[in-house]
């Protein structure tokens, strides 16, 4: 069974950092590209970015260009998510999913960003 | 303001086929595959269709989708109460190297 599991949410000042993990299970984890989706309270769904299989090739939302890194360690079957500078907007629900058609997605993990 | 359109609400009466439409541009929905999810309320978005208008497997057949030029549809057929729910259509986007999404479209079965 494919499971993406997120952790590493929490509340954060603004101007600080937090790293998300999400960890794989139930599939070859490097035979697929992946993901992060993020859902500001009662808002709608907002990509954010994406590494290639090897890591190698990521790309971008404009919203977190230059304060957020994806990484990927397929050893360890993990997805990780860096945030830097991290601001009131960036408060919401964060999702990795699998794959090139956002196959499967986790639970979520909740980033509050608040002083 | 998202880039691809979805209309925000929709509804229905059980039994019913309700359409959700959605549209996009040459650089998204023009030049790839659209992708419909379901997000039951607290929940994940789960997959409901791919690649236009492929189910992955456990998806009733009341579920189907297409695409045509820049815009594409979800269409449900013999609704049913535990419908109701967020649909988000998504498409890769060429020009902006990201996946773009629509606003959603919140389902009411009446």
């Known amino acids: 069974e494919v499971q993406l599991v997120e952790s590493g949410g929490g509340l954060v000042q603004p101007g600080g950092s937090l790293r998300l993990s999400c960890a794989a299970s139930?599939?070859?984890?490097?035979?697929?590209?992946m993901n992060w989706v993020r859902q500001a309270p009662g808002k709608g769904l907002e990509w954010i970015s994406y590494?290639?299989?090897?890591?190698?090739?990521?790309y971008y939302a404009d919203s977190v260009k230059g304060r957020f890194t994806i990484s990927r360690d397929n050893a360890k079957n993990s997805l990780y998510l860096q945030m830097n500078s991290l601001r009131a907007e960036d408060t919401a629900v964060y999702y990795c999913?699998?794959?090139?058609?956002?196959?499967?997605w986790g639970q979520g993990t909740l980033v509050t960003v608040s002083s | 303001q998202s880039v691809l359109t979805q209309p925000p609400s929709a509804s229905g009466t059980p039994g019913q086929r309700v359409t959700i439409s959605c549209s996009g541009s040459?650089?998204?929905?023009?030049?790839?595959?659209v992708y419909w999810y379901q997000q039951l309320p607290g929940t994940a978005p789960k997959l409901l269709i791919y690649?236009?208008?492929q189910r992955p497997s456990g998806v009733p057949d009341r579920f189907s989708g297409s695409k045509s030029g820049t815009s594409a549809s979800l269409a449900i057929s013999g609704l049913r109460s535990e419908d109701e729910a967020d649909y988000y259509c998504?498409?890769?986007?060429?020009?902006?190297?990201?996946?773009?999404f629509g606003g959603g479209t919140k389902l009411t079965v009446l």
């Open positions: 998504a498409a890769w986007d060429d020009s902006l190297s990201g996946w773009v």
């Open positions: 999913a699998r794959g090139s058609g956002l196959g499967y």
């Open positions: 139930g599939f070859t984890f490097s035979s697929y590209e």
């Open positions: 690649s236009n208008n």
């Open positions: 040459s650089s998204n929905i023009g030049s790839n595959y």
């Open positions: 590494i290639s299989r090897s890591g190698s090739t990521m």
